[in-house]
């Protein structure tokens, strides 16, 4: 099978692939649902702000995930901007662009996030929630056949809504942040991460999903004898199960605090497990936080750094940079919380039926493994369950291991030749030129690893935070090694997601091989206040499970003391 695939562009124009989330190839069954809703819910934000960019189309090329940008008003698969005096040109004579631009303009004069912000926390959010919890309120395990295809129908489509729900606020999100980074780094040369400093202390969500019920389930617990001796129990789902099984105050927020997490995502595909699989991993979370060593939020310090940031700024500007920290500060929460409340949940729901469909199939020797359903098309699944013809249970093991021994880095990085470079921000009208500096600096910070050579024992990366770090390095490359951490351990991985978060109160420090000063392991690494080391690049190849490793805030520098013993 391997040796007969080929990587063909999927259309004209420049397809790159996209490793900074989907690092492996894609599960089918979510495959479908994202093609529809990510570029659709990419160009409703960038519409909302007037981008010039429209959105990126995606692409799925033997499983993986490519895509191209897609500008306002070019022809499809273009390779790049035209010539700059045309570029101007169209900028400021087309009705179409001069709409758009002026649409731009509006959006920083009126704070359109602001408008977002609030439709997002008064009608998005709470929708959100109430169709997740109708969804998750259906057992799929007594379904029958076709309540169950009807079901896993329904699932897909709300993971798919979901997905469009978390990227229609993606510009919503960023843009502030993007625009203050731009104008702090054009006034002062300071870099982002010293700007970035000072958004500390303003995502609670990047703390840990349903941070406030486990802190009411901590308290609980420590006020309650019985809870207190059960939660020594060395079985964590029967620790869990007795727990929420409680009648007083205990149950009723273990109850509240599992229900939230239970079905939760760790990752952003239907191949990665929820936290629900994970009852070591939950009840160590909830150990922590009755010990209260859960890390608090580390604003000393903060007030002081501002203080000297400012100062630095041209006095002129100074109220500027104030009202632009305000802005940026406002919006920062809404980064972890799209997606922690739109397909976060909604893969984790989608993952449950299809683990639910999987242990059927597996019944009925169609298929080898429960959780190969991912690998499923909804129209296969339903196939199977209808006892119709389908793929063997073979042929889905040959779709499984492709996906789990491939990676980006096997792949073309372009498909046809890449894009010809952007053209400068300085010949666009002012409002577009504004949005252009702002996700430029966003680009910039969210994926750009360090450039730094890396040698045998000591990597390099992008510091976050400043201070050193020494413990035991835990390798996370998928869902299965999640158990495997322990309080005090530090995390190495490719990169984090939002839905990480459960097992965040657990680190010390976290390390990963991508992600630039605006990548979620630098959020929540800034929100903990502990040492964080991003786009290392070779982390993962290099650091061994269970290793002893220092972390080094100050020099960007993770060094290998001890292998594993």
């Not at 909830?286 to 100062?311: H, M, N, P």
């Not at 799209?338 to 019944?363: M, Q």
């Not at 493994?369 to 889905?396: F, K, T």
Request: hydrophobic share 40%; aromatic share 6%.
């Amino acid at each position: 099978m391997e040796s007969t695939l080929k990587f063909e562009a999927p259309g004209p124009g420049p397809w790159e692939a996209e490793g900074a989330h989907f690092p492996r190839p894609v599960t089918r069954f979510a495959m479908e649902g994202f093609l529809r809703a990510f570029p659709k819910g990419f160009a409703e934000g960038t519409a909302r702000y007037g981008l010039l960019l429209s959105h990126l189309k995606p692409a799925c090329v033997n499983g993986f995930l490519y895509h191209q940008p897609v500008i306002f008003g070019a022809p499809e698969g273009a390779a790049g901007p035209p010539p700059k005096p045309v570029l101007w040109l169209l900028t400021r004579l087309v009705p179409k662009m001069r709409a758009r631009i002026e649409t731009c303009r509006l959006a920083f004069e009126n704070k359109q996030w602001r408008a977002d912000l609030a439709h997002w926390d008064n009608v998005d959010k709470p929708a959100a929630i109430e169709k997740h919890l109708a969804l998750q309120a259906v057992d799929p395990a007594p379904l029958t056949d076709p309540e169950l295809i009807e079901h896993l129908g329904r699932a897909q489509a709300h993971q798919e809504e979901m997905v469009g729900l978390h990227h229609r606020y993606t510009i919503t999100c960023t843009i502030a942040t993007g625009d203050y980074v731009a104008h702090v780094g054009a006034w002062t040369q300071a870099s982002a991460g010293i700007a970035l400093e000072l958004l500390r202390g303003t995502s609670p969500i990047s703390k840990g999903i349903a941070a406030d019920e486990l802190d009411a389930l901590a308290e609980a617990i420590r006020a309650d004898a019985t809870a207190r001796a059960a939660l020594t129990g060395t079985d964590a789902q029967a620790v869990l199960d007795l727990l929420s099984e409680g009648v007083g105050a205990v149950g009723k927020c273990a109850r509240a605090y599992l229900g939230i997490v239970r079905f939760r995502s760790v990752g952003y595909d239907l191949c990665d497990k929820n936290c629900g699989e994970m009852p070591e991993l939950l009840l160590k979370a909830i150990r922590v936080a009755v010990d209260g060593g859960s890390a608090e939020t580390a604003l000393l310090g903060r007030d002081a750094k501002e203080q000297a940031l400012r100062a630095r700024v041209p006095a002129e500007h100074r109220a500027r940079f104030d009202e632009l920290l305000t802005e940026a500060r406002l919006i920062n929460r809404l980064r972890d919380e799209r997606a922690v409340y739109s397909d976060g949940w909604g893969t984790g729901l989608a993952r449950r039926a299809l683990l639910a469909a999987g242990e059927r199939l597996v019944k009925r020797d169609r298929l080898g493994a429960a959780e190969h359903a991912v690998d499923l098309s909804l129209l296969e699944l339903s196939a199977l369950l209808a006892g119709e013809a389908g793929p063997s249970s073979s042929e889905v093991e040959q779709r499984v291991h492709w996906r789990m021994t491939k990676t980006v880095a096997d792949i073309p990085a372009w498909l046809n030749s890449p894009p010809s470079p952007p053209p400068p921000a300085s010949i666009f009208p002012a409002p577009a030129r504004r949005a252009a500096n702002a996700v430029d600096a966003v680009l910039n910070n969210l994926f750009k690893d360090s450039e730094r050579t890396n040698a045998a024992r000591v990597l390099h990366g992008i510091s976050v935070n400043s201070g050193t770090y020494e413990g035991t390095a835990r390798l996370v490359l998928d869902g299965a090694d999640f158990e495997k951490i322990k309080q005090g351990d530090i995390l190495v991985t490719r990169a984090t997601s939002p839905y990480f978060n459960v097992v965040l109160p657990l680190l010390g420090a976290l390390v990963t091989d991508r992600g630039g000063q605006l990548c979620h392991a630098a959020i929540v690494a800034r929100e903990y206040g502990i040492p964080g080391i991003v786009g290392t690049k070779d982390a993962t190849r290099t650091i061994p499970d269970g290793a002893r490793i220092r972390v080094d805030g100050s020099t960007g520098e993770v060094t290998l003391l001890s292998q594993p013993s």
